[in-house]
């Protein structure tokens, strides 16, 4: 009895060192689905990393997303009916803080000098705002001309006569800017801005792709099977999400800022509305103090009045102001009413609203492929500036699909071959497929266009000496941050 006791005793613990082994894996336990071992060149070397949820990237504010009533507050005084109100919800994501400064566009162009200036000078001149903006025939503004974008003393004020293209493509470059940050500031590669000329720059893309070779860092990462050295890999979640224009649901539910209308833990207040970014109808500051009567955004109060009495400057600014004055709603941005309109994503129709989907509404799709060989083995070399090759896809690839049949879906339920609308612009409207929608009111604008469901639009190559813009990025994961898991989780559910 005694030897038998002993053989269960030496194989219980066997077996259990044996189990224990089994779990531990090489770095990353093991799968629940196979029970092969994570990060373990013995297990074949499937890796998974240990994520802890998506970082904060530069200038940026986490919006928690939702439901809301999107579209018009204000009376219709136009009687457009462009901004049907409709209930619609929106994903969280991430939106900057503030406007673009120009102190942060000059130092894009700054990039731009120094990495095409020699070879490519069009690529710079394309960037440049338009300061020609500022001219008005019965003003003297000419002096804007020269010293709104250069001189210092406006170093943080919105830059301004930058188009929607010209946003679009300070995004992209931000957006490769701040992954190469992020793989300097982990040692995976080496910055050095002398060999950063002509198509020998960082693209994100390029470099996930592997045509684009950075200098070694000190902490490289290693294939786990044959200990080569290998690029970072998007499922390392190491880089972050494209910087890029928020799409106008998005921008509207961030500016209205609906979560500070919830008084109670838990509670659904969908009925109480706001009719600007802050609490309230009124356009001054209510408390008793020092700061009430004081404007809370930078508009135009009536004909001839930009800022107010001397001696008691309602809003201490005759044109734009500093992109962090004025009060921030209750994300924490500022200035979503007012300083300068806002580009964003959406391509503008009248009735959008209509017919947009009420989950991450947005009309502007024009869907895209990575341009390939022609036996589609291989993604073709980047183009001259360093960045990967892209076509829209075919009507031939589209065919068999259930969710779009067409690449350009800008016009889709609207001047398609089954509707009867049209837009002949120039003849009977203002309206294109490069129609692009800015919202917010601005420095120049009666207080009416404050309220963020009003909508306005212009051409995407046009600029204004009163149109800014700001950047937002996706969230990735849970919709209530890092720290929450997505759903409702009771406490019995744990991950393995």
């Not at 809301?68 to 994501?93: A, C, L, T």
């Not at 970072?232 to 609906?258: C, H, K, M, N």
């Not at 909508?455 to 990025?473: K, L, P, T, Y």
């Amino acid at each position: 009895m005694r030897k038998l006791i002993v053989f269960f005793a030496i194989s219980s613990i066997f077996l259990a060192n044996f189990s224990s082994c089994k779990s531990k894996g090489g770095s990353g336990g093991a799968s629940s689905v196979t029970g092969w071992n994570y990060n373990d060149a013995k297990n074949g070397g499937f890796e998974k990393v240990a994520y802890k949820g998506q970082d904060i990237a530069p200038g940026l504010v986490f919006v928690e997303g939702g439901t809301f009533m999107m579209g018009q507050k204000e009376q219709d005084v136009m009687f457009e009916w462009n901004s049907v109100p409709r209930k619609v919800s929106v994903n969280s994501f991430y939106m900057d803080e503030t406007e673009v400064a120009n102190i942060h566009y000059k130092e894009y162009l700054h990039w731009l000098t120094r990495v095409f200036g020699e070879s490519f000078p069009q690529v710079v001149a394309k960037a440049l705002p338009d300061t020609l903006v500022w001219r008005d025939e019965l003003a003297y503004n000419e002096p804007y001309l020269e010293y709104y974008f250069r001189h210092p003393s406006y170093d943080y004020y919105p830059v301004v006569g930058v188009n929607w293209l010209q946003a679009n493509d300070f995004a992209k470059w931000r957006s490769d800017r701040v992954n190469e940050g992020i793989l300097a500031k982990q040692g995976v590669i080496a910055l050095d801005p002398t060999s950063d000329v002509d198509d020998n720059n960082f693209n994100t893309g390029a470099y996930l792709a592997g045509q684009y070779e950075p200098q070694a860092g000190k902490k490289q990462k290693k294939d786990i099977m044959s200990k080569d050295i290998r690029n970072v890999r998007f499922e390392d979640g190491i880089l972050q999400p494209d910087y890029r224009l928020p799409t106008e649901s998005e921008w509207e539910f961030a500016a209205y800022s609906l979560k500070g209308n919830l008084p109670f833990k838990d509670e659904e207040r969908f009925t109480d509305q706001k009719l600007y970014p802050w609490n309230g109808f009124s356009l001054r500051y209510p408390k008793a103090g020092k700061y009430q009567g004081k404007f809370l955004s930078n508009f135009k109060r009536g004909r001839g009045d930009y800022m107010g009495i001397a001696g008691n400057l309602n809003d201490d600014a005759a044109i734009t102001a500093d992109v962090k004055s004025f009060f921030p709603n209750d994300y924490g941005l500022y200035n979503m009413a007012g300083n300068v309109n806002e580009w964003v994503m959406d391509v503008y129709r009248p009735m959008t609203s209509l017919d947009a989907n009420d989950l991450g509404a947005f009309r502007g799709n024009v869907f895209k492929t990575k341009l390939r060989s022609e036996d589609g083995t291989e993604l073709a070399e980047k183009d001259s500036l360093g960045r990967l090759q892209y076509r829209d896809v075919t009507e031939e690839e589209a065919a068999e699909r259930r969710n779009y049949r067409k690449s350009d879906v800008r016009n889709y339920i609207d001047q398609d071959e089954s509707s009867q609308v049209t837009y002949n612009y120039g003849v009977s409207s203002l309206v294109n497929d490069k129609s692009r929608v800015f919202k917010g009111g601005s420095w120049k604008d009666i207080a009416y266009w404050l309220s963020p469901g009003s909508r306005r639009h212009m051409q995407e190559f046009e600029a204004s000496d009163d149109i800014g813009f700001r950047c937002a990025m996706d969230r990735v994961g849970s919709p209530k941050g890092n720290k929450f898991p997505s759903g409702n989780n009771f406490g019995k559910a744990k991950r393995k």
